[in-house]
């Protein structure tokens, strides 16, 4: 929560409309309301969405209003053009971690092919382009992967698509990683097959550049 209320912070202010098109656990959520900002709640899976209701069932002191739909980030015809004025959201690593297990074909989180999955990061990317103020921010979090002990810039090939729809990046914040799923496995995988765990993610923060 430390991550996404300091990116709050930074860059919003009160009362602006966020958006979180992968709302997850729903902690993007809590910490907007808490800080008295708007903001609207996606996500293909019900039981996230489910999640996010229930983490938001305590009261605050302020006007703040929570929109929850379920949608996929490709498609965001709801929102209108230039309504948000900060996006935050945190993509699944292609299929490192399955979501929904394969049964929401829609789930980004079932893509293994790095190069399929980063052109459906490219429609998201066309799509928070379009709903975001000119002049705001979009961070994102994502990290890397290996496929056959090789190692893949998934964060890079996504932080592409981003400037290729039309953002340009302002910051790359290194995050390092704790509480890795699996760590334990996977140092003792690392030294038999000598390679490095990745313990880090990238932060990226894009800008929506006025245009005149």
């Known amino acids: 929560p430390e991550v996404v209320r300091n990116l709050i912070l930074r860059y919003s202010k009160e009362k602006d409309h966020l958006l979180d098109c992968m709302i997850g656990g729903g902690t993007t959520a809590i910490e907007a309301k808490i800080l008295n900002r708007h903001i609207t709640c996606i996500d293909v899976n019900e039981e996230a969405l489910e999640r996010t209701k229930k983490s938001l069932n305590f009261e605050v002191k302020n006007q703040s209003k929570q929109r929850i739909q379920k949608c996929d980030a490709r498609d965001m015809s709801f929102i209108k053009d230039g309504e948000i004025d900060f996006i935050l959201t945190h993509p699944p690593y292609a299929d490192i971690i399955k979501y ?9 989180s ?59 990046l302002k910051e790359d914040i290194i995050k390092r990683q704790f509480n890795c799923k699996a760590t334990g496995f996977w140092v003792t995988k690392s030294k038999e097959a000598n390679f490095l765990l990745i313990m880090h993610e990238h932060l990226f923060i894009f800008l929506k550049i006025i245009l005149y």
Do not use: W
């Open 110 to 168: 079932n893509i293994h092919d790095i190069e399929n999955f980063v052109e459906e990061i490219e429609k998201v990317a066309k799509e928070l382009y379009r709903v975001l103020k000119p002049g705001k921010f979009c961070a994102i979090l994502m990290g890397d992967t290996r496929r056959n002990k090789m190692y893949q810039p998934l964060a890079f090939k996504v932080m592409e698509r981003f400037i290729k729809v039309g953002f340009t």
């Open 100 to 108: 929904s297990d394969g049964k929401i074909k829609t789930d980004l």
